[in-house]
């Protein structure tokens, strides 16, 4: 399938919805505009059995990228699923089970099919499982990650401050969680990510590793977050459910 160049769609695929583009949006059109087929993936944590409104629109995005020829991943973190994201949580999260995650999963594919093509004969959506690569890191490549970063930098989080303020515990694993995120774009060798602008320091993560490892640019695209009437972000509730 030919990519698609024509600037009104591609100027309408970086404006709506989108909230950001790092490190700027006019280098990222340039690139839409060229061309060539890049390779774009947002990933989902399948800590439920249900996506919600918001997952919804971050996929009708995805989906304006396939039409447009590009390479779209929909990625499970059937590897970071296992540690749970610790973005907007104020308490440790408790470790899912292999057989509950595959059983979110196989909803999470059949809700997704509704908005993301899979099944596009010329165009398919990549459906990529992180579990796959992080399961098997060895003790020296996941040191050879790790050098990459500080600790100073990993807490620099706002959620961590707030439970170090609070006394409340952080895990080792939910420290690392930005650097095993951060790892699938190094792994899938990806040109963007998508994702939700309370992603943006995971996603920037994945920026300065594949920066490092592969010396490859990397854009992030964050979209506006939908918030209640108390201004916190939308979660699993059932009147939002796809």
């Not at 990222?28 to 629109?57: E, R, T, V, W």
Request: hydrophobic content about 40%.
């Amino acid at each position: 399938m030919n990519v698609i160049t024509e600037e009104r769609l591609v100027d309408d695929i970086l404006t709506r919805g989108i909230a950001d583009i790092l490190p700027d949006k006019e280098s990222f059109k340039k690139l839409l505009m060229c061309g060539k087929k890049i390779k774009i993936y947002q990933g989902y944590d399948p800590s439920s059995d249900k996506l919600h409104i918001g997952n919804a629109i971050g996929m009708k995005i995805l989906e304006k990228f396939r039409k447009l020829g590009h390479h779209v991943i929909f990625l499970i973190g059937t590897g970071t699923g296992k540690i749970g994201d610790p973005t907007d949580k104020d308490a440790t999260r408790t470790v899912l089970s292999d057989e509950k995650i595959n059983e979110n999963i196989e909803s999470w594919v059949d809700q997704a099919s509704q908005i993301l093509d899979f099944n596009n004969k010329k165009n398919p959506v990549e459906i990529v499982k992180n579990g796959d690569w992080l399961n098997s890191l060895t003790l020296n490549e996941f040191l050879e990650i790790g050098n990459i970063v500080t600790i100073k930098q990993l807490l620099e989080r706002d959620m961590f401050q707030n439970r170090i303020n609070a006394n409340k515990p952080i895990s080792i694993s939910e420290i690392l969680y930005p650097l095993m995120q951060g790892y699938d774009s190094v792994v899938m060798e990806v040109d963007a990510e998508f994702g939700g602008s309370d992603q943006m320091f995971n996603m920037m993560m994945g920026r300065t590793l594949l920066k490092s490892i592969k010396n490859k640019e990397k854009w992030v695209i964050t979209g506006k977050l939908l918030e209640d009437t108390q201004g916190d972000k939308m979660d699993f509730v059932d009147r939002y459910y796809l």
